[in-house]
Nanobody, 123 residues
Framework: QLQASGGGLVQAGGSLRLSCAAS????????LGWFRQAPGKEREFVGI???????YYADSVKGRFTISRDNAKNTVALEMNVLRPEDTSVYYC???????????????????WGQGTQVTVSS
């Protein structure tokens, strides 16, 4: 089970950090990722971190967002900087033992999901 937290309201250009805690079992060997979904839009891949720490990001957030994980604490985080109004979405953490490779991660379908947390960026 995954539990996301840390959403909120921030001004454009600001920063926000989301956290996601896993419970019930270790996700040490899981790929862990973040998705987002804005009203009226399809769910969008944001980024992923593999068990070894390698990351891959969507082009829309590359250079602004950073994913990290702490296997000892069973957590994954999403650090979001230089936020834009178009980043406004509900953000979801997710994980799976099945990985993806490079651009195929845009279509990654993890089986374990956390509840969403709202991020609103005002202009």
């Amino acid at each position: 089970q995954l539990q996301a937290s840390g959403g909120g309201l921030v001004q454009a250009g600001g920063s926000l950090r989301l956290s996601c805690a896993a419970s019930g079992s270790s996700v040490r060997h899981y790929a862990l990722g973040w998705f987002r979904q804005a009203p009226g839009k399809e769910r969008e891949f944001v980024g992923i971190i593999f068990s070894g720490g390698t990351t891959y990001y969507a082009d829309s957030v590359k250079g602004r967002f950073t994913i990290s994980r702490d296997n000892a604490k069973n957590t994954v985080a999403l650090e979001m900087n230089v936020l834009r109004p178009e980043d406004t979405s509900v953000y979801y953490c997710a994980g799976d033992r099945n990985y993806c490779i490079q651009s195929a991660c845009y279509k990654w379908e993890p089986r374990v999901w956390g509840q969403g947390t709202q991020v609103t960026v005002s202009s």
